[in-house]
T-cell receptor, first 114, second 113 residues
Framework: EAQVTQNPRYLITVTGKKLTVTCSQN?????MSWYRQDPGLGLRQIYY???????DKGDVPEGYKVSRKEKRNFPLILESPSPNQTSLYFC?????????????FGSGTQLSVL | DQQVKQNSPSLSVQEGRISILNCDYT??????FLWYKKYPAEGPTFLIS?????DKNEDGRFTVFLNKSAKHLSLHIVPSQPGDSAVYFC????????????FGAGTTVTVRA
């Protein structure tokens, strides 16, 4: 089954403790992206990757890191999480790019930073 | 500053009637628009899209209308069904960088039986 898999689904952590949210897709997609969803703000793009080893900032990249060493994986790293990074996070992929093709989203990761 | 705005956070409609969701945008570079639907505890899923060369696109019960001069688009769902109860996000992409997608805040639709 074609899917985007994120782990974990729920995560509670404390300020400053490094964490990684994993994302994997099995559709051989070139493009992957991370979004955060906050009430009243909708989905905001954090980082995106057009291909292996090619990444770029979205609208809200501060406090996040990403890497794309393999085509299927695109982890999101929070080196020193802060409470304002409490949010619902989504990973997404598409075969080439986000604007002209439909994105396939993971089920989300609810992160709480205390 | 949000470039895609969905000014109605929620909409309640009776089953069988029409649902109309509105979306406004400010960036004149946007030339491709999409709607995504999201159920609780799931990721968004693609619903329908429209290019700026068109003013209407239809897919079954879903029709999107684009008014470029007003920088406005709307999604019509006819007839509305209980399974349509979800959050709907409007999204836009610019020809200058179509790797980036800007989303609105979403509209929660509740279809009453």
């Amino acid at each position: 089954e074609a899917q985007v898999t994120q782990n974990p689904r729920y995560l509670i952590t404390v300020t400053g403790k490094k964490l990684t949210v994993t994302c994997s897709q099995n559709m051989n997609h070139e493009y992957m992206s991370w979004y955060r969803q906050d009430p009243g703000l909708g989905l905001r793009q954090i980082y995106y990757s057009m291909n292996v080893e090619v990444t770029d900032k979205g609208d809200v990249p501060e406090g996040y890191k990403v890497s794309r060493k393999e085509k299927r994986n695109f982890p999101l790293i929070l080196e020193s999480p802060s409470p304002n990074q409490t949010s619902l996070y989504f990973c997404a992929s598409s075969s080439q790019g986000s604007g002209r093709e439909k994105l396939f989203f993971g089920s989300g990761t609810q992160l709480s930073v205390l | 500053d949000q470039q895609v705005k969905q000014n109605s956070p929620s909409l309640s409609v009776q089953e069988g009637r029409i649902s109309i969701l509105n979306c406004d945008y400010t960036n004149s570079m946007f030339d491709y628009f999409l709607w995504y639907k999201k159920y609780p505890a799931e990721g968004p899923t693609f619903l329908i899209s429209i290019s700026s060369i068109k003013d209407k696109n239809e897919d079954g019960r879903f029709t999107v209308f684009l008014n470029k001069s007003a920088k406005h688009l709307s999604l019509h769902i006819v007839p509305s069904q209980p399974g349509d109860s979800a959050v709907y996000f409007c999204a836009a992409s610019a020809w200058s960088n179509d790797y980036k997608l800007s989303f609105g805040a979403g509209t929660t639709v509740t279809v009453r039986a």
